[in-house]
């Protein structure tokens, strides 16, 4: 089990309130916590542009040291300001060990529950989406080298994903511009949508064999189409690395 997260004071510079900040946790895929340290001896900073690289922490799972990405530690104060919350560095890596080798193969067994995040903003449907990815059993999922046409493109090995945290359905256009940029790449691809697809978008993706998603509020990802049926059974009946 990992530690306890911890809470910081945080003063916002635009209203000079003070909050108690408790930090995130997220799920490794060994099922495992993974809390970021948070440094409070630096002082937050207002979010004023959203930049990519800055929304995501690289954090090492203590249980497995599995090392993912991860949304960077965020509050947003009553007066309206965003504060990103200064994150301490990791510490230095040990040296690598040998493993024993295990007597024999362990046995299937279902995953732990997945424990979905809320989902208030974009990058709240992004940590849902990459929660339930981890889920799944992918690793390392970073931020995809394209970006998408509307949304939030992810990625892991031999998959694209599509986050598209907008108010309207996903088109048909958008189906077929994820499965084009995968094929490029020779990978898998994967939709997830807030609000749905239009009648054609569902159609083109089973003709192309694109899963599709639909993330509620509370953050769980419900399977569209058959294919999305079937890595959902995949994800709930198999241990990770399986």
């Known amino acids: 089990m990992g530690a ?10 635009a209203c000079r309130r ?9 799920p490794c895929a060994c099922g495992s916590p993974v809390t970021p ?5 630096t002082a937050p900073t207002a979010v004023a542009h959203r930049v990519w690289d800055d929304e995501w922490i690289a954090l090492r799972c203590r249980a497995c040291g599995r090392r993912g990405q991860w949304p960077h530690p965020e509050f947003g104060c009553a007066c309206g300001t965003v504060l990103r919350i200064p994150v301490a560095a990791p510490p230095a890596e040990p040296e690598p060990e040998t493993p024993t080798p295990a007597p ?5 067994t279902r995953r732990p529950a997945l424990q979905p995040v809320a989902i208030r903003t974009a990058l709240d449907a992004v940590t849902a989406t990459a929660l339930y990815l981890n889920w799944l059993g992918h690793r390392d999922i970073r931020r995809a080298d394209q970006r998408p046409t509307c949304g939030i493109g992810l990625a892991a090995r031999g998959l694209l994903v599509q986050v598209d945290p907008s108010v309207r359905p996903a088109s048909l ?7 084009l940029t995968a094929m490029t790449e020779s990978a898998d691809c994967v939709y997830f949508s807030l609000a749905g697809y239009d009648e054609d978008a569902r159609a083109r993706a089973d003709q192309l064999h694109v899963p599709l998603f639909v993330l509620d509020l509370t ?13 959902d059974a995949r994800g709930g009946n198999h241990c990770p690395g399986q």
Do not use: F, K
């Open 104 to 108: 024999e193969p362990m046995p299937v």
């Open 4 to 13: 306890m997260p911890e809470s910081v004071p945080v003063r916002c510079p």
């Open 173 to 179: 256009r958008d189906v077929e511009c994820l499965w």
């Open 37 to 41: 340290v948070l440094d409070g001896r």
């Open 219 to 231: 953050g769980t990802a419900q399977p569209v189409n058959a294919l999305a049926d079937a890595l």
């Open 18 to 26: 003070e909050r108690l900040y408790t930090a995130p946790t997220y």
